[in-house]
C-alpha cells in the first residue's frame, strides 16, 4: 500500500504534515501597542490604520521591525504594482500559501477573496482543495505560480511558454517572484511563530493541514 502512494501528491502532502508537525516553535511574544518600542509601534499603528486592526501575524513579524517593513512594502507593491486583476492577485497568493502549507495565510487570504477580491468561490475552493479549477486561465496562473514555487524559480521552456500562450507576459514572471517573496515572509513567520488564527478569519480556517495530519496519524497507527 505504501508503495503506491511513493511519489504521489497524497505523499507529498503527508511528508509537509508531518514537517510541520515536529516544526519549531518560537518562543518569543507577539508584541502589542503598549509593549512596543518606538519602531515597532510605528509599524503597528501603520498596520491598524491600513487594517484596521493589528492580526496577529504582524505582531509576531514585528519582533524583527525590519521583516515587518519589507513585508508591508514588498505586500503593498505587488497589490498596486502588479500586471494582475484582484481575482489573480488572490490566486496567486492562495496558490503559494497552499503549497507552503501555512494555514493561517490560507484563511486570510481566503476570507480576502470572498469579501474584497470576489473571487468566485469555486476558484477559492479549488486552491483550498487541491482540485481543478474551472476557469483556464485561473488554473493556467496557479499552475504557474505552483511550478514557481516547487522548482525553486526554475521553470522550464515549455512551462514559461504556457503561460505566456494564456495572455500573460515575462514582467508577470516578475510579479509572481515578488509575491511568493512576500508570502516566504508571512508564510515561514507564521510556520516558526505557529500564528493565532485572528477571530475575523476563523471563519475561513483551512482544513487542509488538519485533514493531512489526521491521515498521516491514521497511517501512523498501522506501523
Not at 492580526?55 to 503593498?76: C, E
Not at 514559461?160 to 494564456?166: K, P, T
Request: charged residues 20%; aromatic residues 8%.
Amino acid at each position: 500500500m505504501f508503495q503506491l502512494l511513493k511519489g504521489s501528491k497524497f505523499t507529498k502532502e503527508i511528508i509537509k504534515t508531518l514537517i510541520i508537525m515536529n516544526s519549531y516553535k518560537m518562543k518569543m511574544s507577539l508584541v502589542n501597542l503598549s509593549g512596543a518600542n518606538d519602531k515597532q509601534k510605528d509599524l503597528l499603528m501603520l498596520t491598524k490604520k491600513e487594517n484596521r486592526m493589528i492580526p496577529n501575524m504582524y505582531q509576531a513579524m514585528v519582533n524583527s521591525p525590519g521583516l515587518l517593513d519589507s513585508y508591508m512594502h514588498g505586500y503593498k507593491k505587488f497589490r498596486i504594482e502588479s500586471g494582475f486583476t484582484s481575482t489573480e492577485q488572490e490566486v496567486v497568493l492562495l496558490t503559494i500559501s497552499a503549497e507552503n502549507s501555512c494555514s493561517y495565510c490560507m484563511a486570510a487570504h481566503s476570507m480576502l477573496a470572498d469579501t474584497v477580491s470576489k473571487v468566485p468561490l469555486e476558484v477559492t475552493e479549488s486552491i483550498r482543495n487541491h482540485t481543478k479549477i474551472s476557469d483556464d486561465k485561473l488554473r493556467g496562473l496557479s499552475g504557474f505560480v505552483s511550478t514557481m514555487v516547487n522548482k525553486r524559480g526554475l521553470p522550464d521552456e515549455n512551462e514559461v511558454q504556457a503561460f505566456l500562450n494564456l495572455g500573460y507576459t515575462e514582467g508577470n514572471i516578475l510579479d509572481v517572484i515578488l509575491a511568493i517573496s512576500v508570502k516566504t515572509i508571512s508564510n515561514y513567520t507564521n510556520h516558526v511563530f505557529k500564528t493565532e488564527l485572528d477571530t475575523v478569519f476563523k471563519a475561513r480556517e483551512w482544513s487542509g493541514y488538519k485533514v493531512s495530519r489526521s491521515i498521516f496519524n491514521f497511517f501512523r497507527s498501522l506501523v
